[in-house]
């Protein structure tokens, strides 16, 4: 059986200044950044980090403000399933009347860290570009 590489807190907060990302911690503990917005989307996108002691690494997205209407819900449902077919990852799904991705995998113990900053950007990119889909489609 495989070994499973454990990150940190600490270790994935030092990974993700190395890629230039700033990052706080929540109530809870909960790594988290801002993407702020911008002429592509205009709502804050908020990511947060979850490396649990099982190995598994996750990563949420939710857009700050971007929320549903019951009009909008059955549309939306449509786009996130469109979504989720077709891209290989994230998730996407509605929670609370809100727009919602995640991400979750494991590690093998020999991964190195360009490998998990590599995978964490293309997470990021994934999620931000879906947001401003999600925008241009939803009308929002």
């Known amino acids: 059986m495989t070994e499973i590489k454990h ?7 030092t990974l993700l200044a190395g890629m230039d990302i700033d990052c706080a911690v ?4 909960t790594l988290y950044c801002v993407f702020p917005a911008d002429d592509d989307f205009d709502h804050d996108v908020v990511f947060y980090f979850t490396p649990d002691d099982d190995g598994w690494f996750g990563i949420e997205a939710v857009a700050d ?3 549903l209407s019951e ?21 996407a799904f509605i929670a609370n ?4 991705l995640d991400q979750w995998t494991v590690f093998p113990e020999a991964t190195d860290d ?4 590599q995978y964490i950007e ?4 994934m ?11 939803l009308n929002n």
């Open 7 to 13: 990150i940190g807190r600490d270790e994935l907060q």
């Open 26 to 29: 929540d109530s809870k503990g």
């Open 65 to 67: 403000g971007f929320d």
């Open 71 to 91: 009009d909008e819900i059955g549309h939306a449902l449509v786009f996130c399933n469109d979504f989720s077919r077709r891209a290989r990852l994230p998730k």
């Open 97 to 100: 009347g809100r727009l919602k």
């Open 114 to 117: 360009e490998y998990i900053s």
């Open 122 to 125: 293309l997470v990021l990119t």
């Open 127 to 137: 999620c931000w570009s879906f947001f401003v889909n999600a925008k241009q489609k």
